[in-house]
């Protein structure tokens, strides 16, 4: 089945620098990428998704990128504000949307 | 809105206990699914449904069943509670994963 690893799992950061996160996955089947933001105590969120046929993607601050060859993805966050502080995870997904496969989480930490 | 709603935030129950998790959503989604979230662990696919009284295992199923008899509810239980099952659920539906507020389960 498919493997999903997340680097780092604890990145801290200083108000307005960029986080990068970072995510390898094994099935080259998979071709449905979604990051989520989990702040704390709530529910994990979908905040950008990116599909194989794409390489980049971006939504004003955030970005995701893809590299099928090396099959890895990353997102990218822009100008680090407080309330950007929460656990990020990626995942991958077959086109089916049937199984969804979860990285480790990365804890973002943003000082004001 | 999409609205995902779970049964309880809180649940506390004994060893051996029998644990009903509801999950319910209110957009006609076809895919359902059962997490458990583990610090260090990421979300841990327990089983989806992609149809009334259609079930696939996840990763994790040992220990669990899971229900489905009507599109928009989707239940997971627990036939025997141990105290390994202590540990966050979270439902999710759709294909691009709306998640329910998560029940936090304790088994003690």
């Known amino acids: 089945g498919e493997n999903v690893e997340q680097h780092p799992s604890t990145l801290s950061v200083q108000e307005g620098d960029s986080a990068v996160i970072k995510c390898t996955y094994s099935?080259?089947?998979?071709?449905?990428f979604p990051w989520y933001k989990q702040e704390l105590g709530k529910r994990p969120q979908l905040i950008i998704d990116i599909r194989s046929n794409v390489g980049e993607k971006k939504d004003q601050r955030i970005a995701v990128t893809l590299n099928k060859t090396a099959k890895h993805f990353s997102l990218h966050i822009t100008e680090t504000q407080p309330e950007d502080s929460a656990v990020y995870f990626c995942?991958?997904?077959?086109?089916?949307?049937?199984?969804?496969?979860f990285g480790s989480g990365t804890k973002l930490n943003v000082k004001p | 809105d999409v609205k995902v709603t779970q049964s309880s935030r809180y649940l506390v129950k004994r060893t051996g206990e029998k644990v009903f998790l509801e999950c319910v959503q209110d957009?006609?989604?076809?895919?359902m699914f059962w997490y458990r979230q583990d610090p260090g662990l990421g979300l841990r696919l327990i089983y989806f449904s992609y149809d009334v009284k259609m079930k696939e295992k996840g990763d994790i199923p040992e220990g669990y069943s899971v229900s489905r008899e009507k599109k928009e509810r989707f239940s997971l239980i627990l036939e025997s509670a141990s105290t390994n099952q202590t540990s966050m659920y979270l439902c999710a539906s759709g294909r691009t994963q709306y998640f329910g507020p998560g029940t936090r389960l304790t088994v003690l």
């Open positions: 957009m006609d989604h076809e895919n």
């Open positions: 099935d080259s089947a998979s071709n449905y």
């Open positions: 995942a991958a997904s077959n086109g089916n949307f049937n199984k969804f496969y």
